[in-house]
């Protein structure tokens, strides 16, 4: 055996090409990150809280189930305690189902711009991405259904989707599920649920309720809670069960546990959240959405600005990082050159945002 031999890892995990992170401005700077769709609000002041009194039991392993946050959920959301898995971050989650439901030979559907993180773990579990087209940066059901095999066991749908914030109805999510085989699994991300204003958008929690072959995933991250990683999801008593049985015993830290549980009561907080992003995103869509620049309309708390061609998107780009607005290039990950994907920050940060832009299409 020669000396430079190693481990070898199970096939595809080397053709997986890694998430990538919204940048960050220089530690130190005074860079506004505009770039990973974090809370435009910061963390409700009764999570903080309990954040901060969970420092006084940090020697104390976290209750495994997360009991806690899983009774503060059920009760907000009307749901059956039981019946929820909490994780570390909904990614966390994400994984588990592609381990327990995905393996060699088997494959995933997704639409063309869902989230990157799918064909990471469909890759990661041995089983095949399939990737299929949009209509207007918009998954299509008639798409999806028609990329189904013999050999599809998982739908991955985000809704409202990330980068484009573009969503399908509750009509079109059923029509989708009505679609599929029953041993194939829809898993639906609602991680901007939150933040939707749509009156024909559902929640995936009813269509868990009644089936067995759906799961709901949503995430704290975007409601002001993403360095505590916590995610959750709701699905059938025999999903649960096979979570549970591959999930870590410790999995989601108890000041995550605290502060999302707090978090999860304080609606009014969710509600001024929801409100000032509306605003600001639908005044970010009206002031520059042009014959120059076309704003997807946008169901979560960021916009996608499609400019003529990738040359201006990069124009823009280095713009407004040069005046310290860091917003996130979507080529790299997603394949769409001429795209930036601006979270909605601050009042100040959205009209510096559209005032450099504007500007600079002026000057183009």
């Given amino acids: 055996m020669s000396d430079d031999s190693a481990p070898i890892p199970q096939p595809g995990i080397l053709d997986i090409a890694p998430y990538l992170p919204g940048k960050s401005g220089a530690a130190g700077s005074n860079s506004v990150k505009l770039s990973a769709n974090e809370s435009p609000l910061g963390a409700s002041p009764k999570a903080v809280e309990a954040f901060r009194a969970a420092a006084e039991q940090l020697e104390i392993y976290p209750e495994g189930t997360s009991r806690l946050l899983r009774t503060a959920l059920a009760e907000v959301h009307g749901l059956d305690a039981d019946l929820i898995v909490c994780g570390n971050g909904s990614d966390d989650l994400l994984h588990l189902i592609a381990q327990c439901y995905l393996g060699a030979g088997d494959e995933a559907v997704m639409n063309r711009y869902g989230f990157s993180v799918y064909p990471i773990i469909t890759k990661a579990a041995g089983a095949s991405i399939v990737m299929v087209d949009e209509v207007d940066y918009t998954a299509d059901v008639d798409l999806l259904l028609a990329a189904v095999t013999p050999r599809t066991k998982i739908v991955w749908l985000a809704n409202p989707n990330n980068p484009t914030g573009t969503y399908l109805s509750d009509a079109e999510v059923r029509r989708l599920h009505a679609g599929l085989r029953p041993d194939i699994l829809l898993v639906i991300d609602n991680a901007?649920?939150?933040?939707?204003?749509?009156?024909?958008?559902?929640?995936?929690?009813?269509?868990?309720?009644?089936?067995?072959?759906?799961?709901?995933?949503?995430?704290?991250?975007?409601?002001?809670?993403?360095?505590?990683?916590?995610?959750?999801?709701?699905?059938?008593?025999?999903?649960?069960?096979?979570?549970?049985?591959?999930?870590?015993?410790?999995?989601?830290?108890?000041?995550?546990?605290?502060?999302?549980?707090?978090?999860?009561?304080?609606?009014?907080?969710?509600?001024?959240?929801?409100?000032?992003?509306?605003?600001?995103?639908?005044?970010?869509?009206?002031?520059?959405?042009?014959?120059?620049?076309?704003?997807?309309?946008?169901?979560?708390?960021?916009?996608?600005?499609?400019?003529?061609?990738?040359?201006?998107?990069?124009?823009?780009?280095?713009?407004?990082?040069?005046?310290?607005?860091?917003?996130?290039?979507?080529?790299?990950?997603?394949?769409?050159?001429?795209?930036?994907?601006?979270?909605?920050?601050?009042e100040q940060a959205m009209r510096g945002v559209v005032g450099i832009i504007k500007a600079l299409v002026k000057t183009a």
């Fill in 192 to 346: 901007y649920a939150e933040y939707v204003t749509a009156e024909d958008f559902a929640v995936g929690q009813a269509l868990v309720a009644e089936t067995k072959n759906v799961v709901m995933v949503r995430t704290f991250s975007k409601m002001g809670l993403a360095a505590a990683r916590i995610g959750w999801l709701f699905g059938s008593p025999e999903l649960v069960d096979v979570i549970n049985r591959v999930r870590g015993p410790f999995n989601v830290n108890l000041p995550g546990q605290l502060a999302a549980a707090a978090a999860t009561r304080d609606v009014e907080f969710t509600a001024r959240l929801k409100a000032h992003n509306a605003q600001w995103r639908d005044w970010i869509t009206e002031e520059l959405d042009s014959n120059h620049i076309h704003v997807v309309p946008s169901q979560g708390n960021f916009v996608m600005l499609l400019f003529p061609d990738a040359e201006h998107a990069r124009m823009a780009f280095t713009a407004l990082m040069e005046r310290g607005l860091i917003v996130r290039e979507i080529g790299p990950s997603y394949g769409i050159d001429h795209g930036l994907r601006i979270s909605i920050g601050s």
